[in-house]
């Protein structure tokens, strides 16, 4: 069955780094666009970065320039390479596949914090 493992997430200052990870199983995960999502307390989940088959990828306009999405293929897994981190970056992280649907993962929580 479809599965999203997202990991990774943590505490960090302001200015900071973190990787995430997530590992999808039970997709055609060369075909598949990938996509991260971010939810912060109280608030919907929104687009952060997503990455095509081909490594197309786009951003978010309030991670472009700091965040990096790749992935590799043959482990079945998709980074986010989070820089230059800030208090608004804190929520729970999920990964899934275009179109996004159920199930979802866990999620990761990252917390920014001085």
């Known amino acids: 069955q479809v599965q999203f493992v997202e990991s990774g997430g943590g505490s960090v200052q302001p200015g900071g780094s973190l990787r995430l990870s997530c590992v999808a199983s039970?997709?055609?995960?060369?075909?598949?666009?990938i996509i991260w999502y971010r939810q912060g307390l109280g608030k919907e989940r929104d687009l952060v970065a997503s990455?095509?088959?081909?490594?197309?990828?786009t951003y978010g306009p309030s991670v472009r320039g700091r965040f990096t999405i790749s992935r590799i293929n043959t482990k079945n897994t998709v980074y986010l390479q989070m820089n230059s981190v800030e208090p608004e970056d804190t929520g729970v992280y999920f990964c899934?596949?275009?179109?996004?649907?159920?199930?979802w993962g866990r999620g990761t929580q990252v917390i920014v914090s001085s």
């Open positions: 990455i095509s088959s081909g490594g197309k990828t």
């Open positions: 039970g997709v055609d995960f060369n075909r598949d666009t």
């Open positions: 899934n596949r275009l179109p996004s649907g159920e199930p």
